[in-house]
């Protein structure tokens, strides 16, 4: 099974001088392998974007405030731009090594904008990551993500990206692993995620009104995977997973999926791996009928002393983001590199990359696709202070009536690790 990263998603949800992009790299490696512990994982990493750990207490915060300007704050085809400052404020607590090791991470955030009235942002997010050896051959694996914020999300499937509307989104994993034999083990897992939006429409005549509260549903995933070691380099994959999403207003979305996959975990090199499933999704949607596509998935790490590269890629199904539409097929792909130029001076890159294909139901069909584009330097200048200099692209093609629109933020700021 490929656990899927849940420190995702957005550089506006864990953003504390361009610590997302980084935190992104080592979680997507690390989530792939249940059992290795978060400080192996995360340690440098964290240490590179100035979170240093407190003496004899795995407890830190690091507290920042940013300023930048927003060329298109409303997300419009002729948007309105904007000064605007940040606030944040970062706490993590880490505890490695024994039979248990436990992670989580808190990040809060407020926004002002100064030039466009009643686009102002209080947002936050919290994920928890625990491992338990109950023994030699049975380990829990659990990770908690939960995120609210008004911001529109390129990294993963939650909804519409062309407007900006409060929600709450939730994914948690659990797996279960039992060790057959020194080749063979299997892997239960389940998977929980819940979309909340709070307002009814959000919208206008130059970005077409969205109805965000159709998008509010519950998604369960409940999976089975056999792992065959084949060398020490080698695994082996055979996986059956059952997915059913539930909408509260939409129910002709509703549908049940089940997937039939086979794949590979390889690690080429000890700082590169490769793990990628392949294989074919029968849908059932409640008033459409059944269908089938091929489904595949992959991940790409790559971790050095000074840089690590992350990318993820997948196609297949996905809950519908247009309105009216029933059934989308959507290839999704996202690259993540984090460079140390210097001792001092790191740089990182973000790109995520979407292109949905419409179709069903009485909306508008047919493909749209979705950029966004991160940037980042950062500049220790001791061992607490750090200063760091920003840029975002966002941007999305029309879907019938809705038209597209482009987005630019430029930002730079100064965080303090206590």
Not at 161 to 172: A, G, I, L, Q, Y
Not at 362 to 382: E, F, K
Request: proline share 3%; aromatic share 12%.
């Amino acid at each position: 099974m490929i656990l899927p990263c849940r420190i995702h998603r957005a550089r506006d949800r864990n953003r504390v001088d361009s610590l997302s992009l980084a935190l992104l790299s080592a979680a997507s490696f690390l989530v792939l392998q249940p059992g290795r512990t978060w400080a192996q994982a995360t340690g440098s990493t964290f240490e590179r974007v100035g979170v240093g750990w407190l003496p004899g207490i795995p407890i830190q915060i690091t507290a920042g405030g940013d300023a930048g300007y927003d060329d298109n704050v409303t997300l419009q085809p002729s948007g309105e731009g904007s000064i605007f400052t940040r606030e944040n404020v970062v706490l993590t607590y880490d505890r490695p090594g024994g039979r248990t090791q436990f992670f989580v991470v808190g990040v809060g955030r407020f926004s002002q904008y100064f030039d466009v009235s009643g686009q102002n942002e209080t947002a936050g997010n919290v994920t928890l990551s625990l491992t338990h050896n109950f023994s030699s051959r049975l380990s829990f694996y659990a990770s908690i993500y939960g995120t609210y914020q008004n911001q529109p999300n390129f990294q993963s499937n939650v909804g519409p990206e062309n407007v900006r509307s409060p929600f709450f989104d939730t994914v948690d994993i659990f797996a279960l692993t039992y060790h057959w034999s020194s080749r063979l083990s299997l892997v239960t897992s389940y998977t929980f995620e819940r979309v909340q939006y709070f307002s009814s429409s959000n919208g206008n005549s130059q970005n077409g009104v969205q109805n965000t509260l159709a998008q509010n549903r519950v998604q369960n995933t409940f999976g089975e995977a056999f792992q065959f070691s084949l060398t020490s380099r080698t695994v082996l994959v055979g996986e059956y997973r059952f997915e059913a999403v539930d909408y509260d207003t939409a129910p002709t979305n509703n549908s049940t999926t089940n997937f039939i996959l086979a794949g590979v975990n390889h690690n080429l090199t000890e700082h590169l791996m490769v793990h990628v499933r392949g294989g074919e999704s029968f849908r059932s949607l409640e008033n459409d009928g059944n269908m089938a596509s091929p489904y595949f998935e992959g991940t790409l790490g790559y971790v050095r002393s000074n840089h690590s590269l992350n990318w993820t890629a997948s196609y297949g199904y996905e809950s519908p983001t247009a309105t009216g539409v029933t059934t989308t097929k959507t290839w999704r792909t996202g690259v993540n590199l984090t460079y140390d130029l210097t001792s001092r001076l790191s740089s990182t890159t973000g790109v995520y990359y979407h292109l949905d294909e419409n179709q069903g139901g009485t909306g508008s069909t047919g493909t749209q696709n979705s950029l966004q584009l991160t940037l980042g330097l950062r500049y220790t200048i001791n061992r607490r202070l750090a200063l760091h200099i920003d840029y975002e692209h966002d941007s999305t093609s029309s879907l019938g009536s809705t038209p597209g629109y482009s987005r630019n933020r430029y930002s730079a700021g100064l965080s303090y690790t206590y």
